[in-house]
């Protein structure tokens, strides 16, 4: 079954792509969630939220990796910000039709960030 939802996904990405206007409207971010966790010194408390992902560029164009951001959300609207993640998520050109496996880990004083479940690939990385 999983293996149909990812094909499914493919062939959106590339009928999608086929039309895309920017590099990042032909993307697709598959995440599964790997750990969450927390961080206490004696000032501050940081909870911690990880995924593991796949970014797959469905377009036309590459994607310099190095240009783009990410923010994780939850259903309220609140953006979390990217911590750590591998460095081959960052660094270099994503081709067309190709796609990158990582992870990306979220920090916030915020508890808030649990909830998080969806993350963002950005070009506005304010």
Known sequence: ????????????AFSYGANAESPLDSVMLFLTQKSMGAVWTSEKTAHIKSFDALLFNGGKKEIDLGSVC?????AKGNSYR?????????KGL???GKSV???Y??????????SASVVKVLLDCK
Do not use: H, Q
């Not at 990410?70 to 939850?74: E, I, P, R, V």
């Open 1 to 12: 079954m999983k293996y149909r939802v990812f094909c499914a996904s493919l062939l959106c």
């Open 70 to 74: 990410y923010k994780a959300y939850d």
């Open 82 to 90: 990217l911590d750590a993640t591998d460095e081959n998520m960052t």
């Open 94 to 96: 994503l081709k067309p």
């Open 101 to 103: 496996k990582g992870f």
């Open 105 to 114: 880990e979220f920090l916030s004083e915020d508890e808030g960030i649990y």
